[in-house]
């Protein structure tokens, strides 16, 4: 943990220097606010008397060079309850092909986190059920370093990232302490244009505090299988993902396609399926299988609404967020969830 902060400390302390003595800085943000309503089970901060529109936030990004080859970054997440450090890093471009980072960087795992915080560059309001925050299976970020490495390997540009540390402290109430990660993740670039191809993995332990033996921790061990295609017009996305910890295994994926009509007209679709506990997966308080029909609608390029109905069959994410208690959920429910997102 010590290590961590220090580094964490190491990698702020240089995003603010640069930020006050740095010429070319870059400042970026993303904004966006839900509105859900979810008639017939709770979900998020909705429930079957009460819309919610409680989901929104602002994110302001910082990029500041600091010398020829070294930059630090920096984002701050604002909701109306808090003020969180989504990432703060220095790179180092080693030379053209290796960069090197040090602090709190974004987590290289599938495509979503590429963007999770960037709701505007989504397809949908509501992000896979792979990356819901309750599953904890795709962290956002993590405090250590990483190395990126590009080669032309014949099929396309391959990129290597590779990387150490640990993942950010749980949320107050857990026993879990996080003590080490590692992962990597493998991206090709294909010679078909906007088709990318991605495997990631990483290992993650955690000490129980709960338990006196410091000896006493569980490992989380994770992959993930990517296909991500763009053009113009299409946009299609397809994970397979599988967690396990404890002896518990997860397992989730999705197949998502939007197609651009008329230049501003985005209609989509997405089926999840997710499965919470692979020994209870006949039981629905520990699946979830959801379809997802939306429109979106770009106004410019810094603002875009939508609006996106979910049909579910099971209540895996809901049981795993704690709203709802094993057993006692509706097999069959439904919500709605709409957005207006912001770029700059």
Same mark, same amino acid.
């Given at each position: $943990?010590?290590?961590?902060?220090?580094?964490?400390?190491?990698?702020?302390?240089? !995003?603010?220097?640069?930020?006050?003595?740095?010429?070319?800085?870059? #400042?970026?943000?993303?904004?966006?606010?839900?509105?859900?309503?979810?008639?017939?089970? +709770?979900?998020?901060?909705?429930?079957? %008397?009460?819309?919610?529109?409680?989901?929104?936030?602002?994110?302001?990004?910082?990029?500041?060079?600091?010398?020829?080859?070294?930059?630090?970054?920096?984002?701050?997440? $604002? !909701?109306?309850?808090?003020?969180?450090?989504?990432?703060?890093?220095?790179?180092?471009?080693?030379?053209?092909?290796?960069?090197?980072?040090?602090?709190? #960087?974004?987590?290289? #795992?599938?495509?979503?986190?590429?963007?999770?915080?960037? &709701?505007?560059?989504?397809?949908?309001?509501?992000?896979?059920?792979?990356?819901?925050?309750?599953?904890?299976?795709?962290?956002?970020?993590?405090?250590?370093?990483?190395?990126?490495?590009?080669?032309?390997?014949?099929?396309? $540009?391959?990129?290597?990232?590779?990387?150490?540390?640990?993942?950010?402290?749980?949320?107050?109430?857990?026993?879990?302490? +996080?003590?080490?990660?590692?992962?990597?993740?493998?991206?090709?670039?294909?010679?078909?244009?906007?088709?990318?191809? $991605?495997?990631?993995?990483?290992?993650?332990?955690?000490?129980?505090?709960?338990? +006196?033996?410091?000896?006493?921790?569980?490992?989380?061990?994770?992959?993930?299988?990517? !296909?991500?295609? &763009?053009?113009?017009?299409?946009?299609?996305?397809?994970?397979?993902?599988?967690?396990?910890?404890?002896?518990?295994?997860?397992?989730?994926?999705?197949?998502?396609?939007?197609?651009?009509?008329?230049?501003?007209?985005? +209609?989509?679709?997405?089926?999840?399926?997710?499965?919470?506990?692979?020994?209870?997966?006949?039981?629905?308080?520990?699946?979830? &299988?959801?379809?997802?029909?939306?429109?979106?609608?770009? #106004?410019?390029?810094?603002?875009?609404?939508?609006?996106?109905?979910?049909? %579910?069959?099971?209540?895996?994410?809901?049981?795993?967020?704690?709203?709802?208690?094993?057993?006692?959920?509706?097999?069959?429910?439904?919500?709605?969830?709409?957005?207006?997102?912001?770029?700059?």
């Amino acid at each position: $943990m010590k290590h961590s902060c220090g580094v964490l400390a190491a990698a702020v302390l240089a !995003t603010c220097t640069g930020l006050v003595r740095a010429e070319g800085v870059e #400042i970026h943000g993303f904004a966006y606010q839900n509105y859900l309503r979810s008639t017939s089970l +709770p979900y998020k901060e909705a429930g079957p %008397n009460r819309d919610s529109f409680e989901e929104a936030a602002v994110a302001l990004l910082f990029a500041a060079p600091l010398g020829e080859r070294i930059k630090s970054w920096t984002q701050l997440h $604002m !909701t109306g309850e808090q003020v969180r450090l989504d990432w703060a890093f220095v790179d180092y471009r080693f030379s053209a092909s290796t960069i090197g980072r040090v602090g709190r #960087i974004k987590l290289p #795992i599938g495509v979503y986190n590429e963007i999770i915080d960037a &709701k505007f560059l989504q397809v949908a309001a509501e992000a896979p059920l792979l990356y819901q925050q309750p599953l904890g299976i795709t962290p956002e970020s993590f405090n250590g370093i990483s190395v990126n490495l590009e080669y032309d390997v014949g099929l396309g $540009m391959a990129g290597f990232d590779l990387y150490a540390g640990q993942t950010l402290e749980p949320e107050e109430g857990s026993s879990l302490t +996080p003590s080490r990660l590692i992962g990597g993740r493998v991206t090709l670039q294909t010679r078909v244009p906007g088709l990318r191809l $991605m495997a990631s993995a990483y290992s993650n332990k955690f000490v129980d505090t709960a338990i +006196p033996s410091t000896l006493d921790s569980v490992t989380r061990n994770t992959w993930v299988l990517s !296909t991500d295609y &763009k053009s113009d017009r299409l946009d299609l996305k397809s994970e397979y993902g599988v967690s396990r910890a404890g002896g518990r295994k997860t397992k989730a994926w999705y197949v998502q396609g939007g197609y651009t009509v008329a230049e501003n007209w985005q +209609p989509y679709a997405r089926f999840d399926n997710l499965v919470t506990d692979s020994a209870n997966s006949a039981d629905p308080s520990y699946y979830q &299988k959801s379809v997802v029909v939306g429109l979106n609608y770009t #106004i410019n390029s810094n603002v875009s609404v939508r609006a996106e109905r979910h049909m %579910n069959r099971g209540y895996g994410v809901p049981v795993a967020s704690e709203t709802v208690h094993a057993g006692e959920g509706k097999p069959r429910w439904s919500f709605f969830t709409a957005s207006v997102n912001f770029i700059f």
